[in-house]
């Protein structure tokens, strides 16, 4: 099991030790990161969000795919942040990135903003999941599309990684809150492993009827 402190830094990195968990997490993450932004099949010019990018690993990718279409990254962790608006000074220099303070329950965007939204890792610390989906079919435009990533309950109970405060879901329940928000959800994507298993799941708002 992860000790407390470690589990905290993983829900919110911050100081030191904060940057080093974000350097582990980027590499630990990779594959996953990897699926989940292909599954959301990003088009040049569209406007992106990455809600609790952390290490920061994604965005890279994220300003490649969307070429003229600008780059948003939020995070709850000052230090996450700080780090990214410096790693990423050209891309924020040349408006193509934003990077901000904030948390998924109350996104600081206004409504129909954004033609893509990503989330890995994050599904853990909703505490109200209700409402932080709400919020990410309320800021992405018609047919836009969500791409959620998360090790499943039965990954993480099995596994090495069981960290205490995590807040475990399994995808059925994860699926069943999506279509609750709205979402219509195209394809679910799994990475079989026992203890590193993952779920990419591509939730898509519908368009305006009519
Ligand atoms: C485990 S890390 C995952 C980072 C990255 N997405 C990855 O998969 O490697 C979780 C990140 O989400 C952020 N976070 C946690 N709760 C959040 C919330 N309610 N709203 C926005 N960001 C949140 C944390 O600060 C942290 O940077």
Redesign the pocket.
Known sequence: MLGRALARQ????EGVLGRIVARL??RF?RD??RMAIAAMEVARGDDVLE?????G?SLDPLLVAAGTGKVTG????ET?VLRAQRRFAWAVREGRLQVRL????HLPFAGESFDRVLT???IY??ADARRALAEIFRVLRPCGRLSLAFSPRSVLERGRLHPPGFILRDEAEVLQLAKGAGFVVGRVDRHEHPARGFVIIAADKPGRAG
């Open positions: 993983l829900s919110r990195p997490m980027n993450n996953m990161s809600i609790g990018f952390g290490g690993a939020l995070d709850l962790s996450m904030g948390q998924v329950e890995s890792n994050t610390f909703w």
